[in-house]
């Protein structure tokens, strides 16, 4: 079982930038591929970006490649989504997951586990 916990949503101005965190509990989070989905309204959940599990390998989704950063530390059981460069298609509700042995890192029935998400909202 695992526990996971997100942080760092808000109100920013587009250009701005926020740092998603994504705390978890369990002992075996290191072993675990890590994603970040977002839900806009009205829209489809969607893939954002996945990190494996010994942070060798990242995947994005062409909407936010090279303005979204993601990394985790396994000492801290924690996953982070640095955004910049951020707009109003960004606006959503940010959901981290967790999933084991994750064959295709953009298909969410990989993961197992879900936070009840962070929401994000960019307007000026």
């Known amino acids: 079982q695992m526990q996971l916990v997100e942080s760092g949503g808000g109100l920013v101005q587009p250009g701005g930038s926020l740092r998603l965190s994504c705390a978890a509990s369990g002992r075996t989070f290191s072993t675990y591929t890590m994603g970040w989905f977002r839900q806009g309204p009205g829209k489809e959940r969607e893939f954002v970006a996945a990190?494996?599990?010994?942070?060798?390998?990242?995947y994005y989704a062409d909407s936010v490649k090279g303005r979204f950063t993601i990394s985790r530390d396994n000492a801290k059981n924690t996953v982070y989504l640095q955004m910049n460069s951020l707009n109003s298609e960004d606006t959503a509700g940010y959901y981290c997951?967790?999933?084991?042995?994750?064959?295709?890192?953009?298909?969410?029935?990989?993961?197992?586990?879900w936070g009840q998400g962070t929401q994000v909202t960019v307007s000026s």
């Open positions: 997951a967790a999933g084991y042995q994750v064959a295709t890192m953009n298909e969410p029935s990989m993961y197992r586990y």
């Open positions: 990190v494996s599990w010994s942070a060798s390998n990242t």
